[in-house]
């Protein structure tokens, strides 16, 4: 397992200070766990965490003041933009199981949308408790047999080798919708073909007899 090297980080920066650091792709941090008293702030390399959660996953080793610590990347804070503004790091104990949230990956065609349904995802992500070396990338939904008006939920999952749910089993993950019926439109009265609806002409009053010479 590779690890990522972080800097010890000052507290009592300035705001416009901290954008410079992340200008630099030096990107704050903290690091916490229940062994620890408090948080510990530190920067990391943005391009060098990247890396790091594409070849080990968001459970990696983090050097932290001289000792390497086991970790897991729990939360990435990004900007509207989608550039990094914080990343929040779980202390891990080795050995020790823990609770992760874990994606939710949908794979198959289900009987309901073959049969015109829609499939929508009512949650990501759940929650699950085992070792760190066990936790995956994702878990994977096989959602084939759901049909329209169907729903599968977590307990419906299979879960790897080594793993247990860790919230409830009614937790719903995704739903097959009836298609949307489209509204009936208003019946138009047309004229027969060839032919033309002509408005009716209102007759004009008739005229008064003219008033006789004397």
Do not use: Y
């Given at each position: 397992?590779?690890?990522l090297s972080?800097?010890?980080r000052?507290?009592g920066?300035?705001?416009g200070?901290m954008?410079?650091?992340?200008k630099?792709?030096r990107i704050p941090?903290?690091?916490f766990?229940?062994?620890?008293?408090?948080?510990w702030?530190i920067?990391?390399?943005w391009?060098?965490f990247q890396k790091?959660l594409s070849?080990?996953?968001?459970?990696f080793?983090?050097?932290v003041?001289?000792?390497?610590?086991?970790?897991?990347?729990k939360?990435?804070?990004?900007?509207?933009?989608?550039?990094?503004e914080?990343?929040?790091?779980h202390?891990l104990?080795r050995?020790?199981?823990?609770v992760?949230?874990?994606?939710?990956n949908?794979?198959?065609?289900?009987v309901?949308e073959?049969a015109g349904?829609?499939i929508q995802a009512?949650e990501?992500?759940?929650?699950?408790?085992?070792?760190?070396?066990n936790?995956p990338?994702n878990?994977e939904?096989?959602i084939?047999?759901?049909?329209i008006g169907?729903?599968?939920?977590?307990?419906?999952?299979?879960l790897p080798?080594g793993?247990?749910?860790?919230q409830?089993?009614d937790l719903?993950?995704?739903?097959?919708?009836?298609p949307k019926?489209?509204?009936?439109?208003?019946?138009v009265?047309?004229?027969?073909e060839g032919e033309a609806?002509e408005?009716?002409?209102a007759?004009?009053p008739?005229?008064?007899?003219?008033?006789e010479?004397?």
């Amino acid at each position: 397992m590779g690890s990522l090297s972080s800097e010890n980080r000052e507290l009592g920066f300035s705001k416009g200070q901290m954008n410079k650091f992340r200008k630099q792709g030096r990107i704050p941090a903290v690091v916490f766990g229940k062994n620890r008293d408090q948080s510990w702030p530190i920067f990391v390399n943005w391009v060098a965490f990247q890396k790091c959660l594409s070849s080990e996953g968001k459970v990696f080793q983090l050097e932290v003041n001289g000792k390497v610590e086991l970790v897991n990347a729990k939360v990435v804070d990004l900007t509207p933009m989608g550039k990094p503004e914080h990343i929040s790091f779980h202390q891990l104990v080795r050995g020790e199981a823990s609770v992760f949230k874990v994606p939710v990956n949908l794979v198959g065609e289900s009987v309901g949308e073959k049969a015109g349904g829609v499939i929508q995802a009512v949650e990501s992500q759940i929650s699950v408790k085992g070792m760190p070396k066990n936790i995956p990338e994702n878990i994977e939904l096989d959602i084939s047999s759901l049909e329209i008006g169907q729903n599968l939920t977590a307990g419906d999952l299979k879960l790897p080798t080594g793993l247990e749910l860790a919230q409830e089993t009614d937790l719903n993950l995704v739903v097959c919708q009836a298609p949307k019926q489209e509204e009936a439109e208003e019946e138009v009265a047309l004229a027969p073909e060839g032919e033309a609806l002509e408005a009716p002409v209102a007759e004009a009053p008739a005229e008064a007899p003219a008033e006789e010479k004397k």
